[in-house]
């Protein structure tokens, strides 16, 4: 899909695919094109060229509606309602019936952890609590693909794991969850598969399964080091840096590890310390994304 | 049924808001003011030789003075409490979670237009109702047709509701107000200007008169509805303000009737178009 406003470009070329019944984190620099990507998908807006499909149709379709939840980034809605009366109404415009209703909404605000205030109105909430009853209500018809963005923003680290859980447990009832975080830790052990944007084009894509065995960081301890030596680890690495005894570098797999200290080894150099550290989600999009991009 | 649920919501949304119930606290002191002046009146006409003919034609004139008021709060009332509904939504994101839902964006503009056009029933009902019932319990004078006449204004809120939804799918909330509200002074400047056209037969006057009912009929709905309530005997003496100087035709309570259908046509066809 391709995004224009008024001539600026937006999503560039956005080509991806999510598979079902997996947590998909949708990770990128602010202005990356996440939400205008997002928009598009679930038809809130028209991409100026290409399309998508959700659950098999074209996105925007008014039927499939009844299987995608979503959960917009600052939710907000009439704030006289109470929690019990936003889900109702959301529930209905579903076309969930209103005997399910009954007994869904009182577990679902249950779940979301806002039975304390389940009379107050939303003008009297938080942001955080907010956006509680902003999942709730995406949850309220049992949605086969559930969009969800930022849906940690504002909550504290309780708010975050009880985020987490419900996120899994949609997971392991069949549902596909689109997740669009800044929060890169909470990426990083909630989603199955995760891609980077940049400029509305996917720069990248990891599987978080076998991430490990993709990108490891290295640090090492050893002396009679060489430039030669040194430059030669470009082969497997091009971020090979020393700082005196210590030398650091990134390799794309896990498996030229041997490789790489036959080859110190091999060139003089007398190793004390050899630790391949896994690369968490953070330095892995800083090392995509490059660094001071306004993330 | 999303339509209606639409509607259900959005009248208890136009229901809560303060503007509603300022127009209704406002309309309160309106109907105690008229209702003191009706009762003054009629006591000094009691005790007056003023002949009755006259009597009546003074107390019809105040209250077709007083209808106007009703009909002036009616219209701006309406506007100013849906002017928000889309823009505002659309501009706060809260749209998003409705326009996600497994309706047609059509359903929801219709929807919200329901609940606004049954809020400005209500509204126009009571005060209305309340209006003519002092004229007639205090003043003595009933509206010759106070049942066209109601429709006639309720016509014109409905007409200045689906000129605000369609710049509400435009522009933002204040854009929308300012557009709306010019209009609306464009029709009240044309409605005066066509009625003083028929006192000298100008023909240039009466033609920025018409123009100005063209591009927004509201006043000139409510001189029909003024013609409809006015006794026949002050319209022909030119005794009130709304006499019968310049008449609008049924054809251009019919222009409205479609004014109003293109407007909300040009609204769904817009919201369903744009990005939200």
Not at chain 1, 76 to 102: I, M, N, Q
Not at chain 2, 91 to 113: D, E, F, M
């Amino acid at each position: 899909m391709r995004k224009e406003f008024s001539g600026k470009v937006a999503v560039r070329d956005l080509t991806l695919t999510v598979r079902q019944g997996e947590i998909f984190g949708f990770l990128g620099p602010n202005g990356a094109g996440k939400s205008t990507s997002i928009k598009m998908l679930l038809g809130l807006a028209k991409p100026t060229s290409g399309e998508s499909w959700v659950l098999g149709v074209p996105s925007g379709d008014v039927a499939i509606r009844r299987r995608i939840g979503f959960l917009p980034e600052n939710f907000r809605f009439y704030e006289w309602l109470t929690p019990a009366e936003l889900l109702h109404l959301h529930g209905r415009l579903c076309g969930v019936d209103s005997g399910k209703l009954t007994q869904r909404v009182p577990a679902l605000i249950d779940l979301v952890g806002l039975t304390p205030h389940i009379h107050k109105r939303l003008q009297n909430f938080s942001k955080g609590m907010l956006q509680r009853v902003g999942l709730a209500q995406a949850l309220i018809h049992e949605p086969d693909v559930i969009f969800l963005d930022e849906p940690t923003s504002g909550l504290d680290p309780l708010g975050r794991r009880m985020v987490r859980d419900i996120i899994r447990a949609q997971r392991d009832r069949g549902a596909t969850v689109f997740l669009n975080s800044h929060i890169l830790s909470e990426i990083e052990i909630t989603c199955d598969q995760v891609v980077f944007i940049r400029e509305g084009e996917v720069v990248t894509s990891r599987d978080m399964r076998t991430q490990q065995e993709e990108a490891v960081r290295v640090e090492a301890r050893a002396r009679k080091l060489s430039p030669e030596c040194v430059a030669g680890l470009s082969r497997w690495s091009a971020s090979a840096q020393v700082d005196e005894e210590r030398l650091t570098f990134t390799t794309p797999s896990r498996d030229s590890l041997p490789e790489i200290m036959r080859y110190l080894v091999a060139a003089g150099a007398d190793v004390y310390q050899f630790t391949p550290q896994r690369m968490t989600l953070e330095e892995l999009f800083i090392n995509v994304m490059g660094e001071d991009r306004g993330f | 049924m999303g339509v209606w649920i639409m509607a259900g919501i959005t009248f208890r949304e136009a229901a809560r808001k303060k503007i509603l119930w300022t127009a209704l606290l406002a309309g309160g002191g309106f109907l105690l003011v008229f209702g003191l002046g009706l009762h003054f009146q009629a006591g000094d006409f009691r005790n007056s030789a003023v002949p009755q003919f006259l009597r009546y034609q003074v107390i019809s004139a105040m209250l077709m003075i007083g209808l106007y008021t009703v009909d002036l709060l009616a219209v701006v009332m309406t506007t100013l409490t849906s002017v928000d509904t889309i823009a505002g939504e659309i501009t706060s994101g809260t749209i998003h979670a409705i326009a996600t839902k497994p309706l047609a964006r059509w359903q929801i503009l219709v929807g919200k237009w329901l609940g606004f056009v049954a809020m400005s029933g209500v509204y126009v009902a009571i005060m209305f109702g309340g209006t003519i019932a002092e004229g007639y319990w205090i003043g003595g004078v009933l509206a010759q047709h106070p049942v066209q006449g109601a429709l006639l204004v309720f016509l014109e809120c409905v007409v200045a509701l689906s000129v605000t939804f369609m710049f509400g799918t435009w522009f933002s909330t204040l854009s929308s107000g300012v557009i709306v509200l010019g209009l609306l002074g464009v029709a009240f400047l044309g409605g005066w200007l066509e009625q003083m056209s028929g006192f000298t037969e100008g023909s240039r006057l009466a033609m920025v008169g018409i123009v100005s009912s063209l591009i927004m009929p509201s006043e000139a709905v409510w001189r029909r509805a003024a013609f409809e309530m006015e006794s026949p005997l002050s319209g022909s003496l030119q005794f009130s303000p709304f006499a019968d100087v310049s008449i609008p035709s049924i054809a251009m309570v019919g222009y409205a009737c479609v004014y109003l259908l293109i407007a909300l046509g040009i609204a769904v066809y817009h919201f369903g178009e744009r990005d939200l």
